[in-house]
């Protein structure tokens, strides 16, 4: 007589396939074979009477029947509504998780292995990614097999190896000239917008938030929601923050077909909140010298979007936005503004992350020496002027 544990091959009114049935931690498992052959559906069964003995030995989690049927594209299905839910869907998450999608979204669950998203990561390096880059599509992955994970809907994930990132540390930040250059060459409605990134330290969404319900009075506020950081935080409108925003005010008025309306958003693009802005961006980085565009496919410089030669859209490299963050800090920090109050500004929460902004370059270390060497000089003559005094006056 066979025991639970030996499993058994049945077959089932209404299906064409021979079926088998099995026993794991006291629940019966049922499921087709695929095959009316009897000898490859006692195959079948013996494959599946190992997985349940390696979860019974604790060296590999039992995949059911109804896992393997999980696509990654409903776990994609799945964290988009998380994030929709949660107010984290920003731009930056539906770019790096359409890239999630179009490579795995016709995988089953079961399928991505570790290796199988070493195989994922060794494509993106090739086609130039950033290791930065790659772990934030990965983290995606990783989440989306979590949340499965705590809804039972999988048992199991596969590890994910994190890429180190020290070639992502970036030294980039503006002289004041440079930042007054490249807002010559922006859009109109950009100019502004820049030029707040610029005094503030503020993120890009966290600007293209800002509503005229958050100006009060000489203070602009920034509302919890909308800080990446979840906590709200303002800046006092005075000098050329306060210029700004009567510039604003008079930039609110918008035309539309019926007729004169006020835009809600402090920054707009014709009413509209500020949206993607890379083209404009590297156009206006370029011609200010702090950008250059290449084509991938000659590996030359060329003067727009587009390679005269071959056609191929071209690659911008140069100073982000993200740039200005960095130097509002490093200005406030140079101008003597108390860490603790920058930070309130800048909506930097541990002191780590905002030193790694206040970031040295080599007008800090050259000056640092020149600085030391005048110490070093001043200390010498001292000393020597010591050891004079002290020699005159032993002989008297």
């Known amino acids: 007589m066979k025991s639970r544990g030996d499993g058994r091959i049945f077959s089932r009114n209404g299906s064409g396939y021979l079926w088998c049935a099995y026993f794991l ?47 990654v594209d409903k776990l994609l299905d799945a964290l988009e ?47 130039g990614c950033a290791s930065a880059t790659i772990n934030r599509r990965t983290q995606l992955l990783a989440q989306a097999f979590r949340l499965a994970i705590q809804r039972n809907h999988l048992s199991t994930a596969p590890r994910i190896r994190h890429l180190s990132e020290k070639e992502n540390t970036r030294q980039g930040f503006y002289t004041d000239a440079e930042v007054r250059a490249l807002i010559v060459f ?38 919890g929601g909308n800080a990446k950081n979840g906590e709200g935080r303002s800046v006092a409108l005075s000098g050329e923050l306060g210029e700004m925003i009567g510039r604003r005010k008079a930039a609110r008025q918008v035309k539309t077909e019926q007729g004169l309306t006020l835009s809600a958003y402090v920054f707009h693009l014709k009413g509209a909140p500020v949206g993607d802005f890379k083209k404009a961006w590297a156009s206006a980085c370029v011609a200010a010298n702090l950008g250059r565009f290449n084509c991938s496919v000659c590996k030359t ?9 071959c056609s191929s859209v071209a690659s911008y490299s140069g ?10 800090v490093r200005n406030m920090v140079r101008a003597g503004v108390p860490e603790r109050v920058a930070m309130s500004i ?32 001043e200390t010498e003559q001292k000393e020597r002027l010591v050891a004079i005094t002290q020699v005159a006056r032993a002989g008297r």
């Open 186 to 223: 922006l859009p109109e409605y950009l100019k502004d917008f820049v030029l707040f990134g610029y005094l503030t330290g503020w993120r890009k969404g966290e600007i293209v938030s800002l509503c005229w319900e958050d100006v009060e009075g000489e203070i602009i506020r920034l509302r």
């Open 319 to 328: 100073r982000i936005f993200h740039d200005l963050r960095r130097t509002a």
């Open 25 to 71: 931690r006291g629940k019966e498992y049922r499921e087709s074979t695929g095959t009316t052959d009897r000898a490859k559906a006692d195959k079948f069964l013996k494959r599946r009477l190992k997985e349940v003995g390696a979860d019974q030995i604790g060296k590999a989690p039992f995949v059911g029947p109804q896992q393997e049927r999980v696509k």
């Open 346 to 377: 800048t909506g930097h929460k541990t002191r780590a992350i905002f030193d790694r902004y206040n970031i040295v370059n080599e007008d800090d270390l050259r000056e640092a020496m020149q600085r030391t060497q005048q110490y070093l000089k």
């Open 81 to 127: 509504a998380d994030y929709k839910l949660r107010g984290k869907d920003s731009h930056q998450f539906w770019s790096h998780i359409n890239h999630i999608r179009a490579y795995f979204a016709p995988w089953r669950a079961a399928e991505v292995t570790s290796e199988a998203v070493d195989s994922y990561i060794l494509q993106e390096q090739r086609a």
């Open 301 to 309: 410089a060329v003067t727009g979007h587009r390679c005269g030669n």
